[in-house]
């Protein structure tokens, strides 16, 4: 299976600031990569696909990068409807893993 | 646009099948290029795939040899069953449409249920 590393686990940030959030595959995996949002009591909600594409909906503040085996996530002006849970999954290959999460907390 | 609606028994006794129904709306479950999915979440914890259903069925291999995944097309709805349970397998159960590689957006778990939790426990 295809190991997923977020990093940080979690984070305190305050309203306005600029936030990038890491994964790291364990073998690469080209730009097979989504990045999904949830809140608590929520189900997930897909923000950005294929590394760096914008899902529909989504506000432009949020951005991806990254190929084989390192991504960021990007919040280029964190506001309070931000403050969540965030995941990063490969699509590369079965078993589809993620990673194991990043808390956004206000600071 | 397409919505997901999972359905079932929130308690289920240990050593019993869990069993979960998906309601697809909004949509056709027979359209070309998704993978009906299964995704779980234990409490407080991050995300696991379970399996999916394309025609063909992929499953966790951590979990194959108790997982069933099946489509009722005239029903639009796709079901889990999940046996042998144990107090492992307590957890908020998520049904999720996986895209292909030809759907836009593609390889990604575009549309997510609200989730069901089900709790194992005698």
């Known amino acids: 299976d295809i190991q997923m590393t977020q990093s940080p686990s979690s984070l305190s940030a305050s309203v306005g600031d600029r936030l990038t959030i890491t994964c790291r595959a364990s073998?690469?995996?080209?730009?097979?990569l989504s990045w999904h949002q949830q809140k608590p009591g929520k189900a997930p909600k897909l923000l950005i696909y294929?590394?760096?594409s914008l899902q529909s909906g989504v506000p432009s503040r949020f951005s991806g990068s990254g190929s084989g085996t390192d991504f960021t996530l990007t919040i280029s002006s964190l506001q309070p409807e931000d403050f969540a849970t965030y995941y990063c999954?490969?699509?590369?290959?079965?078993?589809?893993?993620f990673g194991q999460g990043t808390k956004v907390e206000i600071k | 646009q397409v919505q997901l609606q999972e359905s079932g028994p929130g308690l289920v006794k240990p050593s019993q099948t869990l069993s979960l129904t998906c309601s697809v709306s909004g949509g056709s479950i027979r359209s070309d290029g998704y993978y009906w999915t299964w995704i779980r979440q234990h409490p407080g914890k991050g995300l696991e795939w379970i399996g999916s259903y394309s025609g063909s069925t992929y499953y966790n291999p951590s979990l194959n040899s108790r997982v069933t995944i099946s489509v009722d097309t005239s029903k639009n709805q796709f079901s889990l069953n999940l046996s042998s349970v144990t107090a492992a397998d307590t957890a908020v159960y998520y049904c999720?449409?996986?895209?292909?590689?030809?759907?836009?957006?593609?390889?990604?778990?575009?549309?997510w249920g609200q989730g069901t939790l089900v709790t194992v426990s005698s």
């Open positions: 999720a449409r996986h895209t292909g590689p030809l759907a836009v957006p593609p390889d990604a778990f575009d549309i």
């Open positions: 073998q690469d995996i080209g730009r097979y």
């Open positions: 294929s590394a760096s």
């Open positions: 999954q490969q699509g590369y290959s079965s078993p589809w893993t």
